[in-house]
């Protein structure tokens, strides 16, 4: 599904130059469930935003489904996103105006639903995420882990066939940390490729392969073993 090959990205402060990634080859197959782990700067969140096509890196190259999209204009980018990702932050990232229904509306007005079909599709999702008791509410009514369901709801929004996750369960009490994880389980049953930061080897090992970064590079990818109970 993904393919990508001796990418890099590469900020400069001043004259400083800071190696994100450093020449990173990696292939994920349509239905992984993936955890990348690595100490704070050694850079998770880039290599997430460049798999979600959120950034685009300084160099290498992207495949998605064999297409170059590190050839592709931004507009080209912003349709990719919208047709293929959904992303959760460790931030909820909810609109504080809007209740938990019109935010998970919001990426299907980008992609042009008529508004009851939005309603009705928005309403099924936050079922799904066990938060159809709640659509009327506002992110500040919302626990942590009610407002992180609202976001998943929100991420499936689109139907993505790969949900990019940063630090889900970070801001969140353990419970509510292991609800999260069982829905992104199921959705990973259910077919939709799932890639999740975490620094909580808990939670790295709901995945079915883990992936460890250090200074930009991966130092480590192998599956995960479940124990068998
Ligand atoms: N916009 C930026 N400008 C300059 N340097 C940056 C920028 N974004 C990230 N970096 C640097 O790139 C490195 C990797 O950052 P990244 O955010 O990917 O780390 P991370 O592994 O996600 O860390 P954390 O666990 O703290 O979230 C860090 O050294 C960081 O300081
Ligand atoms: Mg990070």
Redesign the pocket.
Known sequence: MIRLEKIS?E???GEVE????DSVDLAIQRGEFISIM????????????ILGALDQPSSGCYYLEDVAITELSDQELSRIRNKHFGFIFQSYNLFNELTALENVTVPMMYAKFPKRERNELARTLLERVGMGHRVSHYPNQLSGGEQQRVAIARALANNPTLILA??PTGNLATDQGEEILRILSELNEQGTTVVI?T?DSKVAQSAKRLIQ?RD?RIVNDAPIQKAIS
């Open positions: 990205k900020y400069f402060m800071i190696k994100a990634l690595g100490p704070s700067g050694s850079g998770k969140s880039t290599m997430l935003h940063d630090e930061v620094h970064l930009g």
